[in-house]
């Protein structure tokens, strides 16, 4: 009797690390605001080049997506990661890591039900 798991929610496009990492690297840049805003523009360059390096690693060697992939989601998180305020990453990485969290929690099999045991004799 073999019946197929119906899945309502469908696998999120990246790696819920990848989603993570976006949404550490948006935090740093309310830090580097704070101490010299003139910095922003380097703080964004860099830590637009660590997301693309980071996802696409992630989504590489732990997501197992092809290189051509890999890339592309790197270029889409590292441009997310980078834009100068700390909100974008956060408002894209938090959705998907929630996305992430309910597939995984979704497609978890129920609990399997014990058969009575009879009671013991004595």
């Known amino acids: 009797m073999s ?3 119906r899945r309502p929610v ?13 949404i550490v690297l948006d935090g740093f840049f309310a830090i580097f605001e704070v101490l ?3 910095l922003m523009f380097v703080t964004s360059g860099v830590i637009g ?10 989504q590489r060697h732990i997501a197992k997506d092809e290189w ?3 890339i592309a989601k790197g270029i889409v998180m590292g441009i ?4 100068p305020y700390p909100v974008v990453g956060t408002a894209v990485g938090t959705p998907l890591l929630v996305w992430s969290g309910l597939h ?10 014990q058969d009575k045991l009879p009671p ?3």
């Open 3 to 5: 019946e197929e798991i």
């Open 10 to 22: 469908p696998p999120p496009p990246f790696h819920p690390l990848s989603a993570f990492v976006t």
């Open 36 to 38: 010299d805003p003139l």
């Open 49 to 58: 080049l660590l997301g693309f390096i980071a996802v696409t690693m992630v």
């Open 68 to 70: 051509g992939a890999a």
């Open 80 to 83: 997310v990661a980078g834009v």
């Open 104 to 113: 995984q929690w979704i497609k978890l099999p129920p609990p399997k039900v």
């Open 120 to 122: 013991p004799e004595g």
